[in-house]
């Protein structure tokens, strides 16, 4: 297992950046959990992966908080961005297409809510306030040693 990587992202340009690497380097069948607290950036990342994996800055990127799950053609092939903040569990994942999704690309906010369904092979992306203003710290942890390192590099 390759050891996590921590980046300081100073603003949210920095995490737009990051998250276009990852869509870079995200493949069908790539799961990308996104962790943290209320705020800490995760629907930020989703929409500029998803507008970066899309080539269209303007795409509209609508938050799956209410709808669950929202899905995307793009050109490597569908993506469906999941936020199972209101999910109970892993037994409702059945009613949201998880494992159709699983065949494309899939960001997930609120992870710890697959329980077991989480895929052991994830990018896993952990986004934390620090005392600076804007900034947040990203840890990096799941994919082999050479992607995380191009993830994690500018």
Known sequence: ???????????????????????RLARPGDAILLDGPLGAGKSAFARAFLRAAS????????????TLVQSY???????????????????ALTELGWE???????LVEWPDRLG???PADALRITLLPTEA?????????????RRLEALATA
């Open 116 to 118: 077991p369904l989480a």
């Open 73 to 91: 053609d793009l050109p490597a092939g569908p993506a469906h961005h999941l936020d199972l903040y209101r999910l109970d569990g892993p037994a």
């Open 1 to 23: 297992m390759t050891a996590p990587l921590t980046l300081i992202l100073p603003d949210e340009a920095a995490t737009r950046a990051l998250a276009a690497r990852a869509a």
């Open 55 to 66: 080539g269209d800055v303007a795409l509209e990127v609508p938050s799956p908080t209410f």
């Open 100 to 106: 159709e999704a699983r065949e494309g690309i899939v």
């Open 133 to 145: 203003e804007e900034a947040r710290r990203a840890t990096l942890a799941g994919w082999d040693a």
